[in-house]
């Protein structure tokens, strides 16, 4: 993961992070920290043919992202681990919450727009990653759009390590170290390490480590999966601002 940002705690596997231990998010990764990259999406939302009212979240986790968006969209926040969304729920209790798996959710609804961060890094393979793409698109209105926020492409990917955490001002605290690597650049997956280090208010603290896998694919491939799912794609470069690697977009028009 590239520094100065954290890696979205999202998985279909039995991770504690999106478990046991999903009630330390907020201090993992503050809710305050996501303002700007949420203007960044609302901006892309606004693209979209028609007027976005309504929006449909992939893999919502905490709600961090959705806390800075549900004053101008009416969200509906889907995520696989319960723990997670009870975490979004005290946050966001306006916006509905639903649990349910991106490769095969089906809500039997339209929205205006369906928005995936970066959960979707962990689509390991093409096929995991159509489904998500498929997913959206089959929630989507004519004239909708698809946004796909995924934290690295195969292009732009490079090593890095990362660490922070905070205080919730009532004795616990959290810091963690990040280490994302590429083991095998032949495949699709990359790697990132994590350790945590957790303080109750009792002062005992707790040290954690697991492995999550993402995937890693190039522009190419995401726009042939997008046009495969029946949409127009489009690339959108993250505009530089000197604290990590720009970012690269992906939108699906229908």
């Known amino acids: 993961m590239l520094p100065g940002r954290v890696h979205r705690w999202y998985s279909h596997m039995a ?19 996501y303002a700007d990259e949420a203007r960044t999406y609302a901006a892309l939302l606004r693209t979209a043919s028609r007027p976005v009212l309504d ?8 709600g961090h992202t959705a806390f800075h968006l549900k004053a101008d ?39 205006d727009a369906v928005f995936v961060h970066d959960a979707v890094d962990y689509m390991t393979n093409e096929a995991e990653l159509l489904a998500a793409i498929e997913t959206a698109a089959v929630h989507l209105r004519d004239g909708g759009l698809v946004l796909l926020a995924p934290d690295h492409v195969a292009e732009t990917f490079t090593p890095g390590t990362d660490c922070g955490g905070s205080d919730d001002g009532h004795g616990r605290g959290l810091r963690y170290l990040e280490w994302t690597y590429d083991p095998d650049p032949s495949d699709t997956t990359v790697t990132t390490e994590y350790a945590f280090l957790l303080r109750d208010p009792d002062g005992q603290v707790e040290a954690h ?18 046009e495969a799912a029946g949409l127009r794609p489009e690339t ?5 601002n000197g604290d990590w690697t720009p970012r690269r977009f992906f939108l699906g028009h229908l």
């Open 15 to 33: 991770l504690r992070a999106y478990t046991d231990l999903a009630h330390w998010w907020p201090l993992f990764s503050p809710v305050a920290d």
């Open 236 to 240: 959108v470069n993250e505009a530089p």
């Open 209 to 226: 480590a697991e492995t999550h896998l993402g995937g890693l694919f190039p522009t190419r491939t995401w726009r042939r999966l997008i």
């Open 73 to 111: 969209y009416a969200l509906t926040l889907s995520d696989l681990s319960p723990e997670m969304l009870a975490v979004s729920r005290a946050l966001n209790p306006e916006c509905t919450h639903l649990q349910g798996d991106m490769r095969t959710l089906r809500l039997g609804r339209r929205f």
């Open 55 to 62: 929006v449909l979240e992939l893999g919502s986790g905490g």
